[in-house]
Nanobody, 117 residues
Framework: QVQLVESGGGLVQPGGSLRLSCAAS????????MAWYRQAPGKQRDLVAT???????NYADSVKGRFTISRDNAKNTVDPQMDSLKPGGPAVFFC???????????WGPGNQVTVSS
Protein backbone atom coordinates (compact mmCIF):
# COMPACT_ATOMS: atom_id res chain seq x y z
CA GLN A 1 0.00 0.00 0.00
CA VAL A 2 0.99 3.58 -0.67
CA GLN A 3 -0.14 6.59 1.34
CA LEU A 4 -0.19 10.15 0.02
CA VAL A 5 -0.27 13.11 2.38
CA GLU A 6 -0.91 16.58 0.98
CA SER A 7 -0.25 19.94 2.59
CA GLY A 8 -0.04 23.62 1.78
CA GLY A 9 -3.56 24.53 0.73
CA GLY A 10 -5.57 27.51 1.93
CA LEU A 11 -6.82 30.93 0.91
CA VAL A 12 -4.73 33.13 -1.36
CA GLN A 13 -5.42 36.41 -3.12
CA PRO A 14 -5.64 36.63 -6.91
CA GLY A 15 -2.19 37.06 -8.37
CA GLY A 16 -0.63 35.45 -5.35
CA SER A 17 1.38 32.27 -4.94
CA LEU A 18 0.94 29.04 -3.11
CA ARG A 19 3.06 25.93 -2.84
CA LEU A 20 1.51 22.53 -2.29
CA SER A 21 3.36 19.46 -1.20
CA CYS A 22 2.67 15.75 -1.39
CA ALA A 23 4.64 13.09 0.42
CA ALA A 24 4.30 9.44 -0.53
CA SER A 25 5.12 6.59 1.78
CA UNK A 26 4.70 2.86 1.83
CA UNK A 27 5.46 0.25 -0.81
CA UNK A 28 6.97 2.48 -3.44
CA UNK A 29 9.32 0.85 -5.89
CA UNK A 30 10.42 1.06 -9.48
CA UNK A 31 9.21 3.66 -11.90
CA UNK A 32 6.30 5.82 -10.91
CA UNK A 33 4.67 9.00 -12.14
CA MET A 34 3.42 11.62 -9.73
CA ALA A 35 0.94 14.33 -10.55
CA TRP A 36 -1.53 16.87 -9.27
CA TYR A 37 -5.15 17.20 -10.30
CA ARG A 38 -7.70 19.90 -9.53
CA GLN A 39 -11.43 19.57 -9.03
CA ALA A 40 -13.91 22.40 -8.56
CA PRO A 41 -17.32 21.71 -7.01
CA GLY A 42 -19.58 19.97 -9.51
CA LYS A 43 -16.81 19.69 -12.09
CA GLN A 44 -14.62 16.85 -13.26
CA ARG A 45 -11.15 16.27 -11.91
CA ASP A 46 -8.65 17.84 -14.30
CA LEU A 47 -4.93 17.33 -14.67
CA VAL A 48 -2.69 20.15 -13.47
CA ALA A 49 0.76 18.66 -14.06
CA THR A 50 2.61 15.37 -14.14
CA UNK A 51 6.24 14.49 -13.56
CA UNK A 52 7.84 11.13 -14.20
CA UNK A 53 10.64 9.43 -12.30
CA UNK A 54 12.99 10.64 -15.00
CA UNK A 55 11.86 14.23 -14.63
CA UNK A 56 9.69 14.54 -17.72
CA UNK A 57 7.02 17.16 -17.04
CA ASN A 58 3.66 17.83 -18.61
CA TYR A 59 1.48 20.85 -17.73
CA ALA A 60 -2.13 21.58 -18.48
CA ASP A 61 -2.39 24.48 -20.92
CA SER A 62 -4.25 26.51 -18.31
CA VAL A 63 -1.26 26.55 -15.93
CA LYS A 64 1.70 26.72 -18.31
CA GLY A 65 4.00 29.58 -17.41
CA ARG A 66 2.43 29.97 -13.97
CA PHE A 67 2.93 26.62 -12.25
CA THR A 68 6.18 24.75 -11.68
CA ILE A 69 6.17 21.15 -10.53
CA SER A 70 9.15 19.44 -8.95
CA ARG A 71 9.82 16.17 -7.24
CA ASP A 72 12.39 14.64 -4.93
CA ASN A 73 12.79 10.97 -5.70
CA ALA A 74 14.78 10.34 -2.53
CA LYS A 75 11.98 11.74 -0.38
CA ASN A 76 9.10 10.65 -2.65
CA THR A 77 7.65 14.13 -2.69
CA VAL A 78 6.08 16.21 -5.45
CA ASP A 79 5.50 19.94 -5.04
CA PRO A 80 3.73 22.33 -7.38
CA GLN A 81 4.68 25.96 -7.04
CA MET A 82 1.63 27.92 -8.14
CA ASP A 83 2.15 31.55 -9.13
CA SER A 84 -0.11 34.22 -10.60
CA LEU A 85 -3.15 32.43 -9.28
CA LYS A 86 -6.42 33.37 -10.92
CA PRO A 87 -9.58 34.16 -8.93
CA GLY A 88 -12.10 31.40 -8.53
CA GLY A 89 -14.12 29.49 -6.04
CA PRO A 90 -12.70 26.72 -3.93
CA ALA A 91 -11.05 23.81 -5.67
CA VAL A 92 -9.58 20.66 -4.26
CA PHE A 93 -6.12 19.65 -5.39
CA PHE A 94 -5.35 15.95 -5.37
CA CYS A 95 -1.97 14.28 -5.38
CA UNK A 96 -1.66 11.24 -7.65
CA UNK A 97 0.87 8.43 -7.92
CA UNK A 98 0.96 5.82 -10.64
CA UNK A 99 3.07 2.87 -9.60
CA UNK A 100 3.93 1.66 -13.07
CA UNK A 101 5.47 -1.75 -12.37
CA UNK A 102 2.14 -2.98 -11.05
CA UNK A 103 -0.18 -0.54 -12.81
CA UNK A 104 -1.77 0.76 -9.61
CA UNK A 105 -2.90 4.35 -9.04
CA UNK A 106 -3.14 6.05 -5.66
CA TRP A 107 -4.82 9.33 -4.74
CA GLY A 108 -4.36 11.65 -1.83
CA PRO A 109 -7.38 12.81 0.18
CA GLY A 110 -7.31 16.28 -1.39
CA ASN A 111 -6.30 19.73 -0.27
CA GLN A 112 -8.55 22.75 -0.74
CA VAL A 113 -7.31 25.95 -2.37
CA THR A 114 -9.38 29.10 -2.70
CA VAL A 115 -8.23 32.08 -4.74
CA SER A 116 -10.23 35.07 -3.61
CA SER A 117 -9.85 38.61 -2.36
Amino acid sequence: QVQLVESGGGLVQPGGSLRLSCAASGSIFGIYTMAWYRQAPGKQRDLVATITSGGNINYADSVKGRFTISRDNAKNTVDPQMDSLKPGGPAVFFCYLHLQPVGVVYWGPGNQVTVSS
